[in-house]
Protein backbone atom coordinates (compact mmCIF):
# COMPACT_ATOMS: atom_id res chain seq x y z
CA UNK A 1 0.00 0.00 0.00
CA UNK A 2 1.08 3.51 -1.23
CA UNK A 3 -0.24 6.44 0.10
CA UNK A 4 0.45 9.59 -2.01
CA UNK A 5 -0.05 13.01 -0.40
CA UNK A 6 -0.27 16.41 -2.37
CA UNK A 7 -1.64 19.88 -2.71
CA UNK A 8 0.28 21.80 -0.44
CA UNK A 9 2.05 25.02 -0.82
CA UNK A 10 2.63 28.18 0.61
CA UNK A 11 -0.60 30.28 1.56
CA UNK A 12 -2.02 33.57 3.17
CA UNK A 13 -3.66 33.05 6.49
CA UNK A 14 -7.22 33.37 6.05
CA UNK A 15 -6.66 31.00 2.74
CA UNK A 16 -7.66 28.07 1.61
CA UNK A 17 -5.89 24.45 0.03
CA UNK A 18 -6.81 21.16 -0.69
CA UNK A 19 -4.84 18.06 0.43
CA UNK A 20 -5.10 14.60 -1.45
CA UNK A 21 -4.19 11.54 -0.36
CA UNK A 22 -4.11 9.05 -3.49
CA UNK A 23 -3.58 5.44 -2.55
CA UNK A 24 -2.40 2.54 -5.21
CA UNK A 25 -2.18 -1.19 -3.69
CA UNK A 26 -6.25 -1.10 -2.34
CA UNK A 27 -9.27 1.10 -2.19
CA UNK A 28 -9.79 3.66 0.37
CA UNK A 29 -13.56 2.30 1.04
CA UNK A 30 -13.53 0.03 3.51
CA UNK A 31 -10.41 1.65 5.87
CA UNK A 32 -10.68 4.25 8.11
CA UNK A 33 -8.35 7.41 7.04
CA UNK A 34 -6.81 9.62 9.17
CA UNK A 35 -4.74 13.14 8.73
CA UNK A 36 -2.25 14.07 10.86
CA UNK A 37 0.79 16.91 10.95
CA UNK A 38 3.62 17.70 12.71
CA UNK A 39 5.34 21.12 12.97
CA UNK A 40 8.92 21.79 13.18
CA UNK A 41 9.62 20.74 16.72
CA UNK A 42 6.18 19.51 17.83
CA UNK A 43 5.10 16.02 18.40
CA UNK A 44 2.59 14.44 15.74
CA UNK A 45 -1.04 15.95 15.83
CA UNK A 46 -4.51 14.63 14.68
CA UNK A 47 -6.07 16.39 12.42
CA UNK A 48 -9.05 14.52 11.81
CA UNK A 49 -10.36 11.08 10.88
CA UNK A 50 -12.90 9.71 8.37
CA UNK A 51 -14.56 6.18 9.08
CA UNK A 52 -14.70 3.28 6.49
CA UNK A 53 -17.77 3.81 5.90
CA UNK A 54 -17.52 7.19 4.61
CA UNK A 55 -20.45 8.48 6.82
CA UNK A 56 -18.58 9.72 9.79
CA UNK A 57 -15.84 12.11 10.63
CA UNK A 58 -13.71 13.60 13.98
CA UNK A 59 -11.71 16.40 13.93
CA UNK A 60 -9.04 18.23 16.20
CA UNK A 61 -10.83 20.93 18.54
CA UNK A 62 -8.11 23.36 17.00
CA UNK A 63 -9.47 22.92 13.06
CA UNK A 64 -12.91 22.41 13.48
CA UNK A 65 -15.52 24.24 11.73
CA UNK A 66 -12.55 24.87 9.08
CA UNK A 67 -10.91 21.54 7.92
CA UNK A 68 -13.26 18.72 6.28
CA UNK A 69 -12.41 15.70 5.04
CA UNK A 70 -13.79 13.60 2.03
CA UNK A 71 -13.60 10.72 0.41
CA UNK A 72 -13.62 10.44 -3.73
CA UNK A 73 -14.36 6.95 -4.25
CA UNK A 74 -14.09 6.91 -8.30
CA UNK A 75 -10.65 8.32 -7.73
CA UNK A 76 -9.67 6.48 -4.29
CA UNK A 77 -8.71 9.50 -3.01
CA UNK A 78 -9.40 11.47 0.34
CA UNK A 79 -9.17 15.30 0.49
CA UNK A 80 -8.73 17.81 3.17
CA UNK A 81 -10.34 20.72 2.61
CA UNK A 82 -8.83 23.83 4.46
CA UNK A 83 -10.49 26.80 5.04
CA UNK A 84 -9.79 30.14 6.89
CA UNK A 85 -6.22 28.63 7.63
CA UNK A 86 -3.75 30.26 10.03
CA UNK A 87 -0.03 30.45 10.74
CA UNK A 88 -0.41 28.06 13.37
CA UNK A 89 -1.38 25.63 10.81
CA UNK A 90 2.08 25.69 9.10
CA UNK A 91 3.50 21.56 9.68
CA UNK A 92 3.89 19.08 7.33
CA UNK A 93 0.42 16.91 6.57
CA UNK A 94 0.09 12.93 6.56
CA UNK A 95 -2.54 10.62 5.77
CA UNK A 96 -2.75 7.20 6.81
CA UNK A 97 -4.47 4.33 6.92
CA UNK A 98 -5.20 0.85 9.00
CA UNK A 99 -3.73 -2.41 7.35
CA UNK A 100 -7.45 -4.03 8.50
CA UNK A 101 -10.70 -3.38 7.47
CA UNK A 102 -14.00 -1.77 9.27
CA UNK A 103 -13.98 -1.06 12.55
CA UNK A 104 -16.16 0.84 14.81
CA UNK A 105 -14.17 3.87 15.44
CA UNK A 106 -11.96 6.87 14.27
CA UNK A 107 -8.29 6.84 15.39
CA UNK A 108 -7.00 9.39 16.55
CA UNK A 109 -3.22 8.27 17.74
CA UNK A 110 -0.52 8.17 15.29
CA UNK A 111 0.62 4.71 16.31
CA UNK A 112 -2.52 2.88 15.55
CA UNK A 113 -2.01 3.64 11.58
CA UNK A 114 0.16 1.39 9.51
CA UNK A 115 0.42 2.92 6.36
CA UNK A 116 1.60 6.24 5.60
CA UNK A 117 2.36 9.20 2.62
CA UNK A 118 5.29 11.09 2.91
CA UNK A 119 3.61 14.20 3.52
CA UNK A 120 3.28 17.49 1.86
CA UNK A 121 4.23 21.04 3.22
CA UNK A 122 2.27 23.38 4.54
CA UNK A 123 2.91 26.85 5.35
CA UNK A 124 0.59 29.72 6.31
CA UNK A 125 2.01 33.28 6.32
CA UNK A 126 0.51 36.34 8.35
Known amino acids: VQLVESGGGLVQAGGSLRLSCAASGRTFRNYTMGWFRQAPGQELEFVGG????????DYADSVKGRFTISRDNAKNTVLLQMNSLKPEDTAVYYC????????????????????WGQGTQVTVSS
Open 50 to 57: LLWSGDST
Open 96 to 115: ATKRTPFGSRILVRGAEYDY
